[in-house]
């Protein structure tokens, strides 16, 4: 990824003349994803003033971002020792981790600022790069929203909207159209999520819910804050989603409710799961937290059961700039329960029909949210040409098990994960070649120390355990290139040649 700050003086030449060098540059910034350009707001200060029409000015920058020049910015230039024009641009780079600035007359390197031309930017390679492979990479992400997000959020400042809010009502509006379903309803976190449709389900003290016991721990925390009880089932090998074949037997008189996570990005049999919910009268949450977008034979997760809960934690597929969640359901009693509960359980300002909690989703997540949307369905379309590109790169390496992708689903590949002998040998050798690598989950809930007062043991759940053991979770998200994909593949099959050659 090439990150470049964009001078006035350039969008100047550009505007007078879209046959230079400069025009061909932001051209080409504009419409190259591996390329992140930026441009300060003082530029399209300068543009306008100078009398350029508003028309011409929007299309040029259309696809670039813009660093607003605030007060922090401005000091710093002001108290710099070179023209203020300069300090400002090397302020802005140095603040967005920016380390070129394309200008027409280039001065030397500057407070480890390089400035080049138009010649050096149009050829510059991603290869100069780090050679770096990041697990995630959330900062790519910010640069297609920022624009939006900027504005919004400088509205919700200026009007104090902090709690709630108008983009909070838009968002859930958004994400309910999004997901195809009647209500959707944004909250503090993915866990208050699992948490409040569990209870306006009507989940209470002594209930068992059934789910699986390789998932993040908010999962079960959730039911056991409701006060029930979580029952676990193996998951299958391959897909690692919850076997539907061993459900039934843990079905009793307490049972209330089945839980399936759609782990990674699949989402889970849900066709099996509501003919078993429907035999024995049971309600289905879907624990969507990792499968934002994901489809089951044309339908979005979390609009499977009767209700579905969302994670927007940063790294999720769509994520806040925080901590923030999301229940959808196509009941409106329900809709209006989760509500409640969210804000202390009144039905009014100060008129309380229950106890409930403090978990609002904030007006400030709610807008990044609102930015970051439009693009899920393409991002969630990039993670899946690089899953495709691990899958053709890695399927002839006997020592690598890949997951399974069922027919019926529509991965989103939050997480690519690979089965392996030795995964903490692997991740450490990818580490040394700047490869970063996860492990998701290195320890089932049933062996978690704070489940010990139950009665499973090792061994009772050996997909699981296997999955703790073996599993690997390889570098996914939008941005991460082709090259970079093969590069990483290229490392794995190394190590597994040197394994096997004994070097």
Known sequence: ???????????IEALQNPETAAAQLIKQCAADPGIQAWILAYSVQVC???????????QLIDGLSQ?????RLNEQALASQIDFETGLQIAAAKMFKIPRVVVNHPQAEAEGITFINCQEALSLDDAMDSQQVDFLNLNMALHPVFNRVDGWFMEIIQNTAFAGGNHVAEFEKEFADFCQISHAIGVSNGTDALLFALLAMGIKKGDEIITVPNTFIATTEAISQAGAIPVFVDVCPGSYNINVELIEEKITDKTRAILPVHLYGQIADMDAIMAIAEKYNLLVLEDACQAHGAYYKGKRAGTLGHAGAFSMYPGK????FGEAGCVVTPDPDMAAMVKCLREHGQSK???HQIEGFNGRMDNLQAAALRAKLPLLDQWNENRRQIARLYQKELSQVSEVKLPVIDD????VFHLFVILVQDPHELSAYLKQREIH??????????????????AELQGHYPVSEQCANQLLSLPIFPELTEKQV????????RYYQRSTSGS
């Open 1 to 11: 990824m090439i990150k470049l700050l964009l001078s006035h003086d350039l969008l």
């Open 48 to 58: 306008a003033s100078l009398g350029f029409p508003s028309d011409k000015i929007r």
């Open 67 to 71: 660093i607003p020049t605030n007060a």
């Open 317 to 320: 597929n769509l994520g806040a």
């Open 349 to 351: 300002k100060y008129y």
């Open 408 to 411: 019926y689903a529509s991965h």
């Open 437 to 454: 690598t996860g492990f998701h989950y290195p320890m089932p809930l049933h062996l978690q120390e704070a489940y010990e007062g139950r």
């Open 486 to 493: 093969i590069r990483v593949c290229d490392e794995i099959k």
